[in-house]
């Protein structure tokens, strides 16, 4: 079986990558290339989308190259070949009226749409959608105790994570817990916005005043690390922490779930699309977003809970591997061809 997904193998986004080496692993030819699904006049029996967008990475986005698209696609299928979509997000984060045409005409057209939870599959009710999770990120990942010199132990250390859009993801995070008066407890946030000064040199006071409430902040426990972290930092910080928080506002999809689970984390998620029904379905806290009150009590609720960590590993190590999540696919793939 040849399957080429169209998105980058060598992505910081890992999810791609593990399933498609644990393909290939099995015996399966796998090429993960965006170039050769305009231009190659190899046979493949599947092609799978990821992110429709990624097909426009290397050339212009308009209306000339979403109908030339549009007519690729139509020619593959007249080929035999076909088409499986992964629906990770509902639209672009970066949306407009042609981004809407092209993923509704992909998702349109593909044979099977593969979802990482039942909650989305209800936007294309009248395709054929199965759900297959998101796989674990034990390949990447050291589950240790660490002493770390520079933060203090706590039995309550919160963990907020992700790639922050905008400050309002931010913010909510960080007034629910103060709002939570968690005695001991402490946040940190990673990829912070509100943690970048955003006065320069020539605005002294503007610049002082937000230095002072950085500070203040820092004073109740919370510090706010902006600029992109390491892999051998990320995983240190997973270890340190106690919680881990995906900050989503409207999001389908969080990664930062999975990474939870499999450092057998206790993780609190806003309640939305797949990211709430997952929580939800293993019982650990949720919010409504932008609800501080909301989010206070999913603090609390999380700091009282036990043993979900642990049963978060268990089923995470058991149902999310890379080779059980690729055997699913791998599945799709042999119903699709027969």
Excluded at 62 to 87: H, M, P, S
């Amino acid at each position: 079986m040849r399957v080429l997904f169209t998105a980058w193998y060598n992505s910081p986004n890992t999810y791609l990558k593990d399933i498609a080496d644990s393909l290939m692993e099995e015996g399966c030819e796998v090429l993960c290339s965006k170039d050769v699904f305009w231009h190659t006049n190899v046979s493949f029996d599947i092609i799978h989308i990821q992110w429709p967008e990624q097909l426009f990475t290397d050339r212009s986005f308009n209306r000339e190259n979403l109908d030339i698209l549009k007519k690729r696609i139509y020619f593959l299928k007249e080929q035999g070949v076909r088409f499986v979509a992964t629906l990770h997000n509902e639209l672009p984060h970066q949306s407009n009226e042609l981004n809407k045409e092209l993923y509704q005409f992909v998702y349109e057209n593909v044979d099977v749409i593969i979802h990482l939870g039942y909650y989305s599959t209800r936007a294309y009710p009248h395709k054929k959608n199965t759900v297959v999770f998101h796989p674990n990120y034990n390949r990447h990942i050291q589950i240790r105790k660490v002493i770390e010199e520079g933060l203090s132990l706590s039995q309550n250390r919160f963990l907020c994570f992700g790639n922050i859009r905008n400050r309002d993801e931010e913010q909510q995070i960080i007034d629910g817990f103060l709002k939570a008066e968690i005695f001991g407890a402490e946040l940190i946030i990673l990829n912070s916005l509100i943690g970048i000064n955003p006065y320069g040199r020539r605005d002294l006071f503007r610049r002082f005043f937000y230095k002072r409430f950085l500070r203040k902040l820092n004073k109740r426990n919370i510090q706010l690390i902006p600029g992109k972290v390491s892999s051998d930092d990320i995983n240190q910080y997973f270890n340190w922490t106690d919680y881990v928080i995906s900050p989503r506002v409207n999001n389908l999809n969080s990664g930062v779930v999975f990474l939870g689970f499999s450092f057998g984390k206790i993780v609190i998620g806003p309640r939305i699309g797949n990211i709430g029904e997952f929580l939800e379905q293993h019982n650990n806290p949720t919010f409504e977003p932008l609800n501080v009150e909301s989010i206070s009590n999913a603090f609390k609720e999380a700091q009282e809970m036990e043993g979900v960590g642990q049963k978060n590993k268990e089923f995470s190590d058991k149902s999310l591997s890379p080779e059980e999540i690729a055997r699913q696919h791998m599945d799709v793939y042999k119903e699709l061809l027969g």
